[in-house]
């Protein structure tokens, strides 16, 4: 197989990057069709991430149209829910050129009515021929619809380019639509022997400013964050979105069976327009709800589990039905531990700082794991002096047909 070579333009190395000021040609390899210099679904791919911040509780598409010669010629991604999908943006960028081309995209295109029209139509109505799509719509009441309408009206469908890299770009949208329930991420700053208390007490940070920095980046990357009463109690925490970059507050989650929150807690002065929601049992005065609610804060009493504790799985059913797609857990080791008892954790982040407490200080999970839980560690990275540990705890679902 001979690949014809050449220099690159600027505006073809803009195409790589993202940047598209106007139409950049693709690779073409003699019999073999034609492929981007980084591969087209690749690239649809990495124009998706850009939404991460912004798009929940719609899950992160990307996508490219090339014209029948293998042009690209537009491309776009969807930037926040109730806007314009990307398969649209794409289009639009197309225009004309669409005709007899080619479409890749992340996600399989919308066939329904929601906030916006069917992508599906509109990519008929733009004269495409082939579609290609990583990955069919989790959402077990819509997927495959797009898949069929393009088909009916004679356009040629490809699944499953690059479907692993797809379905991981949108965990939280598949865990929501599969079993009901947010991605739930336990986030624990500790030292090397995994202590979150017990040291030097004039030190409020075990973790370096490094580290600090990317609980930040987390924040903004989850819908809600949860701690439990006792956290609140000992930290009084603001629970916001404090980084450099463009960010919004996470919802706040507070789990206090007996109602002891105060109503000078900063979660309630801290500025934030996003909501508090605490959880309660009927163990929780109306009093105290009373005073909640003049701060700003919304009460949810659930039956109590049979520690007379607020149950996780009542928590998470109730933040799903509001379209919760995120949990960041940032509480202390009692609330870690149920959590991972009730095999409710997705994945786990360890900032493990360079410091030994010793038997003296608090244990990271205040429970007995029995079976023991294993972990698929897929990151490990260095934050300033500290150890970032990325790890999955639960297999990514699947639909089943």
């Known amino acids: ?39 087209l679904m690749q690239r649809a791919i990495r124009l998706a991430y850009r939404g991460r911040f912004t798009t929940s509780p719609n899950p992160m598409v990307g996508a490219v149209v090339v014209d029948r010669h293998g042009t690209i010629v537009g491309q776009g991604y969807h930037r926040r829910a109730g806007g314009p999908h990307a398969e649209i943006y794409a289009l639009r960028q197309a ?12 996600l399989e295109p919308c066939n329904h009515y929601g906030r916006t029209p069917p992508c599906s139509e509109a990519i008929v109505q733009a004269g495409i021929q082939t579609v290609h799509i990583a990955t069919t719509d989790p959402n077990p009441k ?4 797009g898949v069929a309408y393009l088909r009916n ?19 939280p949208f598949i865990t929501w639509s599969l079993l009901g329930r947010p991605m739930v991420t336990v986030k624990v700053a500790c030292s090397l022997d ?29 819908d809600a964050i949860l701690i439990g009463v006792d956290t609140l109690l ?10 450099k970059g463009f960010g919004r507050d996470p919802v706040r989650v507070v789990l206090d069976s007996q109602g002891r929150t105060p109503n000078q807690a900063n979660v309630f002065h801290s500025g934030s327009h996003g909501p508090t929601l605490l959880y309660t049992t009927q163990a929780a005065s109306v009093q105290w709800e009373r005073e909640m609610f003049s701060v700003g804060g919304e009460v949810i009493r659930l039956p109590a589990d049979a520690a007379g504790q607020v149950p996780l799985h009542a928590v998470l059913d109730d933040l799903a039905s509001r379209q919760i797609l995120s949990v960041l857990v940032e509480a202390g080791a009692t609330i870690h531990g149920a959590f991972l008892q009730a095999n409710l954790v997705d994945q786990w982040i360890g900032l493990y700082s360079p410091l030994l407490v010793g038997s003296s200080g608090l244990s990271a999970i205040g429970s007995i794991l029995s079976p023991s839980v294993k972990a698929e560690i897929i990151e490990c990275k260095r934050r300033g002096p500290d150890l970032m540990v990325r790890a999955w705890l639960q297999a990514l679902p699947t639909r089943k047909d």
């Not at 225009?95 to 080619?102: F, K, L, R, T």
């Not at 208390?197 to 940070?205: F, N």
């Open 95 to 106: 225009g004309p050129a669409a005709v007899g081309g080619s479409l890749y995209v992340t």
């Open 234 to 243: 000992t930290d009084d925490p603001t629970l916001t979105y404090r980084g």
């Open 142 to 145: 819509v997927a495959g619809g």
């Open 1 to 39: 197989m001979r690949i014809r070579r050449r220099q690159y333009s600027l505006d073809e190395r803009r195409c790589v990057s993202g940047v598209l000021s106007r139409p950049c040609l693709a690779l073409v390899i003699p019999g073999k069709g034609i492929f981007s210099l980084l591969g």
């Open 153 to 171: 009206h004679g356009i040629a469908v490809t699944l499953g380019e690059l479907e692993d890299k797809a379905r991981s770009l949108n965990r």
């Open 194 to 222: 995994g202590k979150i208390a017990g040291w030097d007490p004039r030190d409020r940070y075990v973790s370096s400013p490094e580290s600090l920095s990317f609980v930040h980046d987390l924040r903004r990357t989850h």
